[in-house]
């Protein structure tokens, strides 16, 4: 019973890829490249073609393949992964970066669009989960910071098909962004802890 | 006025009170832009728009044929997009503005596409006549096309483009508008997709946007998503942006117009 329910999601994707290849192929017709939003930003990669054609609900055995795939692309520095919070907090109020009317460069992390942080902050998203007081709960040691680091860097390492942009692996933020970040989240004089 | 309540805004988004409270100031602020909304002067402004002769032939747009025949504005925008048989095609009020102004006007498309968004100093006359033609729509119920077959495969491929996750931050439309009581910031996002939240907004676009002091049409809309979707840009009145257009019509059909809207 269950093989059979595991070989009929494996089989779901690719009745639906037809009709995925067409809406690319319409893309590529009625899209044209603006600023550094070029035509190569079009093509899906397989993690995403996946997840729109699983509704954003893979089967889990599927899930966790794509995830210990999407783990392969995580490059975590060497050494204490833990930046200034300060140069954080602006990172993740910027909204700014990768757009066809943003300059290469210069992303912010658009944190607060999706996300609670620092208790200041009140004007914050509700897409993903509160972050407040994250570091109170789990610490700043190691793993902690190799956790946070790997999540900022390509969130599908751990949950498929999660809202959240890659932020590493898809080029928008440097390593030492990613560790800025790192220590908004984690430092406990960081105001995300107060 | 409306200079006086973004800075309001910011001051409300400042205050140091809890979320709650802060919601309230912004429905009360809401209400307030609303009362002082300047829709009417792009009404107006619309209205002189199709009055007024222009083009190589020097005619103007009154007998334009938004789908109930030549000249006919009660309603028509309530049944947008549409499919018509003379260009064979699915098409939205835009689109089906462009088809009049070369047909009708004259006009080469390369000029009646030079401005299809405007700015706060200088607003297109899509967006003017937009204001106009909609609002004659007021308490007609939205019933876009959804019978011929390409209105269907539009339909269906609108669908597919609401769904499709692309681009280097993987977003789809659903990335936003796909969970109830979801925000952007203090920005409450419908789930485009539910008729129930579906038909709010498809009642109220065109809309003007305080935050933009401009008029905005529905293809602006889609548009400025791509542009946070971080996706290369949709081109005007393309199919892709029709077929999403009537997706997102067709979800909130039934509900009585009542736009030209505010909005934040």
């Known amino acids: 019973m269950s093989r059979l329910l595991l070989l009929l999601a494996l089989a779901a994707p690719i009745a639906f890829a037809d009709s995925e290849i067409q809406v690319e192929q319409v893309l590529k017709r009625d899209f044209h490249p603006r600023g550094q939003a070029g035509m190569d930003r079009i093509p899906q990669d397989g993690l995403q073609r996946v997840c729109t054609e699983a509704r954003d609900r893979p089967p889990q055995a599927l899930a966790r393949t794509l995830e210990a795939d999407q783990q392969k692309t995580l490059v975590i520095p060497e050494g204490s992964l833990m930046g200034d919070w300060k140069r954080g907090e602006r990172l993740a109020q910027s909204g700014q970066g990768m757009t066809w009317n943003d300059k290469p460069g210069n992303a912010g992390g658009s944190c607060y669009n999706c996300h609670e942080l620092s208790p200041k902050e009140l004007s914050f998203g509700t897409i993903g989960p509160s972050l407040r007081g994250f570091g109170r709960k789990r610490g700043s040691g190691a793993d902690a910071q190799r956790y946070v680091y790997s999540k900022i860097y390509n969130a599908k390492a751990f949950s498929a098909c999660s809202q959240m942009p890659r932020f590493g692996t898809s080029g928008t933020l440097t390593a030492e962004q990613i560790k800025d970040l790192v220590a908004l989240l984690l430092d406990p004089s960081s105001p995300v802890n107060q | ?264």
């Not at chain 2, 000249?71 to 048989?85: D, E, I, S, T």
């Not at chain 2, 004259?106 to 899509?126: I, Y």
């Not at chain 2, 096309?145 to 789809?172: C, I, M, V």
């Not at chain 2, 009585?256 to 809207?261: D, L, V, W």
């Open chain 2, 1 to 264: 006025m409306i200079r006086a309540a973004v800075v309001f805004l910011a001051a409300v988004c400042a205050l140091p009170a809890g979320a709650q409270d802060a919601k309230k100031e912004i429905e009360r602020y809401q209400r307030m832009v609303s009362e002082g909304s300047p829709v009417e002067l792009f009404e107006i402004g619309g209205e002189e728009l199709w009055k007024k002769p222009a083009g190589p032939r020097n005619v103007s747009l009154e007998k334009c044929d938004l789908g109930l025949g030549p000249g006919v504005l009660k309603g028509a925008y309530a049944r947008l997009p549409r499919y018509f048989a003379d260009t064979d095609r699915v098409m939205d009020l835009e689109t089906r503005l462009v088809h009049c102004m070369t047909t009708l006007q004259g006009r080469s498309l390369q000029d009646a596409t030079r401005r299809v968004f405007g700015n706060e100093d200088r607003p297109s006359e899509l967006e003017y006549l937009s204001a106009y033609i909609a609002a004659q729509s007021r308490g007609v119920k939205m019933a876009p096309g959804t019978r011929h077959p390409k209105e269907q495969a539009a339909l269906e491929l609108g669908r597919a483009l609401f769904f499709h996750r692309a681009g280097p931050w993987d977003f789809s439309c659903a990335s936003c508008h796909g969970e109830p009581d979801r925000r952007i910031r203090m920005q409450e996002l419908p789930v485009l997709y539910e008729p129930r939240y579906a038909r709010a907004v498809v009642a109220t676009w065109p809309a003007y946007r305080v935050s933009n002091s401009q008029l905005k049409t529905m293809q602006w809309r889609l548009n400025d998503c791509y542009r946070q979707m971080r996706m290369p840009e949709p081109t005007f009145g393309s199919e892709a942006t029709v077929a999403l257009n009537l997706f997102l019509a067709a979800t909130g059909q039934g509900e009585p117009y009542r736009g030209p809207g505010t909005k934040r």
